[in-house]
C-alpha cells in the first residue's frame, strides 16, 4: 500500500475553508485516494473518495493533482464541529475492506 | 436504518483472561472489520470477514482471531489478554468492501486490561 504523509496538525478559523494536504508520492495507477475523519471518541467516517479526477459531496472537496502524488481535502466552510483527525488513505481496488490508516492531521477549528 | 452496533461500549478485565466482542453491521452489508486504536499505534487493521470467510489480516499475534456467522454479525476474540491490548477496538461493516461501498464504523469497545 502506498505511504500517506500529512502534516500532523493544523487550526482554521471558524467559517473559513479548511484545506487539509496529503502527499503520496508513490501511489499506483490503480489507488484510489480515500479520506475519513474521527471525532473525540468516536468511530471513524467516510468523507470523500477519488481515483484522478476531483471530487465533490456534500460534506468536501477533493482535488487531486494531474500526478496523483498529492491531493487536498477541502472543507469549505469549517464549523466547530469540523475538529476532528482527518486521515488519508490510499487503497487499491481489489482490497476489501482493509483500509491502513497513517497518523492523519489534528484539525482544529478556532471561533 | 441503524448503524453498526458494537457491544460491550466498556469492558475491564485482568491480564491472562480472554474476551470477546461483538459487532452487528448495517443490514444488508456482508464484509465487517476489525481494528485496534492506540495512543501509540494509532488505528491498525485487525482482520476482515466477508460472507463468513476472512479474507484480510492484519499483523496480529494469533491470540487475536474472529469469526462471522451467517448472519454477517461478527465476533472477535482475544485469548490471554496482555496490558497493551487495552484499546479502542472498532468495527467497521460495508456492503462489500470494494470500491464505492464506503465503511461505516462503530462506536468501539473500550477493553481495559489490567
Known amino acids: 500500500d502506498a505511504k500517506t504523509t500529512q502534516p500532523p496538525s493544523m487550526d482554521c478559523a471558524e467559517g473559513r475553508a479548511a484545506n487539509l494536504p496529503c502527499n503520496h508520492s508513490t501511489i499506483s495507477g490503480n489507488e484510489y485516494v480515500y479520506w475519513y475523519r474521527q471525532i473525540h471518541s468516536q468511530g471513524p467516517q467516510y468523507i470523500i473518495h477519488g481515483l484522478k479526477n476531483n471530487e465533490t459531496n456534500e460534506m468536501a472537496s477533493l482535488i487531486i493533482t494531474e500526478d496523483r502524488k498529492s491531493s487536498t481535502l477541502i472543507l469549505p466552510h469549517a464549523t466547530l464541529r469540523d475538529t476532528a483527525v482527518y486521515y488519508c488513505i490510499v487503497r487499491v481496488y481489489n482490497q476489501g475492506g482493509k483500509l491502513i490508516f497513517g497518523q492523519g492531521t489534528e484539525l482544529s477549528v478556532k471561533p | 436504518k441503524a448503524g453498526v452496533t458494537q457491544t460491550p461500549r466498556y469492558l475491564i478485565k485482568t491480564r491472562g483472561q480472554q474476551v470477546t466482542l461483538s459487532c452487528s453491521p448495517i443490514?444488508?452489508?456482508?464484509?465487517v472489520s476489525w481494528y485496534q486504536q492506540t495512543p501509540g499505534q494509532g488505528l491498525q487493521f485487525l482482520f476482515e470477514?466477508?460472507?463468513?470467510?476472512?479474507?484480510n489480516k492484519g499483523n496480529f499475534p494469533g491470540r487475536f482471531s474472529g469469526r462471522q456467522f451467517s448472519n454477517s454479525r461478527s465476533e472477535m476474540n482475544v485469548s490471554t489478554l496482555e496490558l497493551g491490548d487495552s484499546a479502542l477496538y472498532l468495527c467497521a461493516s460495508s456492503f462489500n468492501g470494494a470500491i464505492g461501498t464506503e465503511a461505516f464504523f462503530g462506536q468501539g469497545t473500550r477493553l481495559t486490561v489490567v
Open positions: 443490514s444488508g452489508h456482508r464484509s
Open positions: 470477514y466477508f460472507s463468513e470467510t476472512q479474507r
